[in-house]
């Protein structure tokens, strides 16, 4: 259950590298700052295009104040924006999105790109389970947690001792760190569920390549027909404009939960086949921990 006055970040904002070299090293130094507050968004440039990333982890929507959330990474956005010339402008494309989290309700935010090269926020309420802040501890309750957690901890390193094998378990975790193993890798995929299956089928680490298998879902068909407009719900209408665009994004990220990697999932081949493959090329020597897909 989400925590109270937090939100969540997806997606990410692409588009082509400003032709002025002040102003490529400008977004350089504007990378992930917000201009009142840092907003978690960090820089990839893939030859003449750049690309911020949100990291998809829970944040304090406090730090925003006295701005909203959303009014802050919309100015964070335009200041991008600021820094391309009209016809750049004109390129960008976003998918990111936010989920704010209040008592008892959520706040679901879209941040577009729409003519001539300007933010578009959409913002809906829904009701949802949102779990209160824990009051602050007083200076007493904190030093009597921190000396008993301290002695608990001393007691149980103590005892441990007799029962665990430290020597295997570091052996295990340095295996671990060796490389990637594809039938732990997890794939979440579950924003195009039903529509979409993704599975991780091929690794090839002596190139740093990864295979994912595409096959059509049961609502393949009823999202190639469909409008997004009419769908039920937000998700929905994501996935349902994902297919009929023919593609979708791709995050890989590294045994840190960090991500390391983006790129366009195209659709294209199951218009023409029932299944299809993509390979995504990934950093040298990092190690996978999840590949996540995203309208």
């Known amino acids: 259950m989400p925590l109270e006055e937090t939100y969540i970040l997806e997606g990410l904002l692409q588009g082509p590298l400003p032709g002025r070299a002040d102003a490529a090293a400008a ?10 507050r840092k907003v978690p968004l960090s820089l990839q440039i893939d030859g003449g295009q750049f690309s911020m990333l949100a990291d998809e982890q829970e944040h304090d929507s406090r730090d925003f104040q006295p701005l909203t959330m959303s009014a802050a990474i919309q100015k964070s956005l335009e200041a991008v924006l600021n820094l391309l010339t009209p016809p750049e402008r004109m390129q960008v ?37 949102v779990k209160a802040r824990p009051k602050p501890w007083s200076r007493k309750e904190k030093l009597i947690f921190g000396v008993g ?18 020597r295997a378990l570091f052996g295990r975790t340095l295996t671990n760190i060796r490389g990637t193993n594809l039938g732990e890798l997890k794939v979440d995929a579950a924003a ?3 529509y979409v299956k993704v599975e991780a089928t091929g690794l090839n680490m002596g ?44 995050f890989l990220k590294n045994a840190d939960g960090v991500i390391i990697r983006s790129s366009v999932l195209p659709l294209d081949g199951l218009f023409a086949e029932a299944s299809a493959t993509f390979s995504l090329a990934f950093g040298k020597g990092e190690v996978l921990q999840s590949v996540v897909v995203r309208p």
């Open 27 to 36: 977004l350089q130094s504007l990378a992930g700052q917000g201009i009142d």
């Open 93 to 129: 494309f976003s998918t990111l999105r936010s989920r704010e989290f209040r008592m008892g309700c959520e706040l679901q935010t879209l941040y577009q790109i729409v003519p001539p090269g300007i933010v578009s926020v959409q913002t809906r309420e829904v009701a949802a389970e």
């Open 149 to 166: 957690a301290a002695g608990i901890m001393g007691l149980v390193i103590a005892v441990s001792t007799f029962f665990v094998d430290y």
């Open 192 to 194: 195009l569920e039903g």
């Open 207 to 250: 190139k740093d390549t990864l295979t994912l298998s595409l096959s059509r879902g049961p609502k393949w068909d009823e999202a190639i027909r469909a409008s997004p407009a009419a769908s039920a719900d937000w998700p929905a209408a994501l996935a349902v404009t994902a297919v009929q665009k023919r593609y979708a994004m791709v």
